[in-house]
């Protein structure tokens, strides 16, 4: 170790790290690295104790310090069910941009909060999860709907408008096949992009492509993955500033366990390209839609 290299060190205990990939990370664009998980417990300890004191006091100026809510679940599946299957996500943001996260899911009689930090745009550190009833008291957990969020709920938000009703069992597991197959695609796209390719930060100037893309593609593909998967890619080109791209949905197929019938398609994966070749790889399998392009 010599004076003129970076130094890397934990945020709670100050021991050096060799390399900035030994830190443990829990809060998006932040420099917060840990050296461990009892580290990262015992930096949030103080904040946990304060959302759950939050907690008491605003239970008691609402009147509903003890709501007497049932439920089943364990704890953990409770958390992950709502973490993997939000209905609302609100992000609470400080002007240092230190954000927490609060998410909600509605039950049929009551609503369960996690309150959370987010990292990698997924839940990292858990501060604390309560059941209520009160809308008043839900209202204290919603500031500004979750931009980070938002984008990986699309695939969610189908499964809900189109199922209509309640989760089971078996759109639980769809839903963690879903995720499994958006890390899978997003790790491989990572590995194809080029430089050049339309950048991260600029996808959100290409979400109206999303609606046009799945109602009128100019393709659509159908293929098998390894483990046997059925997608279905949907292709259009657009042009915006004068320059060609493309946009590329792929979808999961599911098929109902009660009716091979009943089969529907949940987008995976959604991204603009201007990449001639990373195109081509996607248009691969059976064509199933979409006039013959030379
Ligand atoms: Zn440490």
């Known amino acids: 170790m010599k004076f003129n290299k970076p130094l890397y060190f934990c945020t709670e205990c100050k021991s050096v790290v060799k390399q900035l990939q030994k830190l443990l990370f829990v809060e ?33 100026e609402l009147s ?17 069910e709502v973490l993997h299957t939000p209905s609302e996500v609100w992000q609470i943001e400080n002007e240092l941009s230190e954000s ?61 408008s189109i199922s209509g009703e309640s989760f089971n069992e078996e759109d639980f597991q769809f839903m963690q096949l879903l995720e499994s197959k958006k890390s899978s695609l997003l790790a491989d796209l990572l590995t194809k992009r080029l430089d050049s390719d339309i950048s991260f930060e600029e996808f959100t100037n290409y979400e109206f492509c999303f609606q046009e893309t799945l109602e009128t593609p100019d393709e659509v593909f159908e293929s098998k993955d390894k483990e046997g998967d059925v997608f279905f890619t949907y292709i259009k080109s657009f042009i915006k500033d004068q320059s060609n791209f493309f946009y590329i949905i792929s979808c999961l197929k599911r098929v109902s366990a009660e009716s091979t019938e009943d089969v529907s ?22 064509r199933i839609a979409g006039p013959l392009k030379n």
């Open 265 to 286: 398609v949940f987008p995976v994966l959604a991204f603009p390209t201007n990449d001639m070749d990373l195109y081509l790889e996607f248009r691969s399998g059976n």
């Open 64 to 80: 509903i310090d003890r709501e007497a809510i049932y439920q089943t679940k364990d704890d953990k599946t409770l958390v992950e």
């Open 28 to 60: 998006e664009h932040s420099t917060k690295g840990f050296c461990s998980e009892t580290c990262i417990e015992d930096f949030y300890h103080p904040l946990v104790k304060h959302f759950e004191n939050l907690d008491k006091k605003t239970r008691k």
């Open 100 to 160: 927490f996260f609060s998410y909600i899911r509605h039950y049929e009689d009551y609503s369960a909060i996690v309150l959370c930090t987010v990292y990698n745009k997924q839940a990292s550190f858990i501060f604390f999860k309560t059941l209520t009833r009160s809308e008043e008291y839900l209202q204290e957990f919603r500031l500004k709907k979750s931009e980070i969020i938002e984008n990986e709920r699309h695939a969610i938000e189908e499964v809900e």
